[in-house]
């Protein structure tokens, strides 16, 4: 038995990952897989790697771009969800701010530098005409943080998906101002190069039983009650959330990796593009 030790975020697109942990799929392919929880998200994640306490890091495609970019020794070895991950710009629940435009100038908690939230506030400033170099941030590690954070007046506004957060909007502890599709598909799962050099065959396997799970995720019996019940949300918004969201079997696309790439150097985010060979690891390449 080999192990691998996986890091992702406590949120229903990972229900693969524990179906196939709980059913002992990675075992009969003869896989130790270790999955810790990573609540504070991808900027956590991007240094779980670097410091090597995880192997592989199911991470949002924005974020593990810029960290490979800035030096992490990791490798994106497949995409996992290729359809858009909608964030929800969300503000205290008994907040005067309205719309988006109220937004402007005030203060975005963010998990950590890095991490998704932070990177789609710049996105979202774009997309909205702000200046991006006027952005002000504050660190919140968490959505515990973040709640206690916008309540304090600490930060005005948080971008976090919009599904997981949606029950904080329905018991008004958020309310949600408005939605900010990433432009590109949302997470990947990225490999450390110790992990790809040490174990390529395991990590292979790895994926070939996860992508036996999610090839027909959506449509395995019940599916939608099974999410709503593990991750506390109501039917009809998992419902939702399933019609919009696609789970990958194939490495992403360049083209992909361009336009993430294009974002980041004109956000001023990374300091030079590089090519998309860098980026990636496909083990079944000749």
């Given at each position: 038995m080999t192990k691998i030790k996986v890091g992702g975020v406590p949120e229903h697109f990972n229900l693969p990952w524990h179906r196939c942990i709980e059913n002992n799929k990675f075992t009969e392919a003869g896989i130790d897989l270790e999955w810790r929880e990573v609540p504070e998200g991808t900027g956590a994640m991007c240094n779980l790697l670097r410091e090597e306490e995880i192997d592989v890091a199911v991470i949002l495609?924005?974020?593990?771009?810029?960290?490979?970019?800035?030096?992490?020794?990791?490798?994106?070895?497949?995409?996992?969800?290729?359809?858009p991950l909608i964030w929800g710009i969300h503000v205290d629940g008994r907040s005067s701010f309205k719309n988006i435009n109220d937004l402007k100038g005030s203060k975005a908690a963010i998990s950590r530098e890095g991490s998704g939230s932070h990177l789609m506030a710049y996105v979202n400033a774009e997309n909205v005409g702000w200046d991006t170099d006027s952005l002000k941030?504050?660190?919140?590690?968490?959505?515990?943080?973040?709640?206690?954070?916008?309540?304090?007046?600490?930060?005005?506004?948080?971008?976090?998906?919009?599904?997981?957060?949606?029950?904080?909007?329905?018991?008004?502890?958020?309310?949600?101002?408005?939605?900010?599709?990433?432009?590109?598909?949302?997470?990947?799962?990225?490999?450390?190069?110790?992990?790809?050099?040490e174990k390529p065959?395991?990590?292979?396997?790895?994926?070939?039983?996860?992508?036996?799970?999610?090839?027909?995720?959506?449509?395995q019996k019940n599916i939608d009650v099974e999410l709503a019940k593990r991750y506390g949300q109501k039917l009809e918004d998992i419902r939702k959330w399933l019609d919009l969201t696609h789970w990958s079997q194939q490495q992403i696309a360049n083209q992909d990796l361009i336009e993430v790439q294009d974002y980041l150097k004109r956000l001023k985010l990374i300091s030079e593009k590089v090519d998309c060979k860098e980026l990636i690891h496909n083990f079944r390449a000749k």
């Open positions: 495609t924005e974020g593990i771009t810029r960290d490979i970019i800035n030096g992490n020794q990791s490798k994106i070895i497949q995409n996992y969800i290729g359809s941030f504050e660190i919140v590690h968490n959505l515990d943080g973040a709640i206690e954070a916008l309540r304090q007046d600490g930060a005005q506004y948080f971008m976090w998906e919009h599904f997981t957060t949606k029950p904080l909007v329905d018991n008004n502890t958020f309310r949600l101002i408005a939605d900010c599709p990433t432009p590109w598909p949302c997470f990947v799962i990225a490999a450390s190069q110790k992990a790809i050099d065959d395991e990590l292979l396997q790895m994926l070939d039983v996860l992508n036996t799970e999610t090839s027909d995720f959506k449509i």
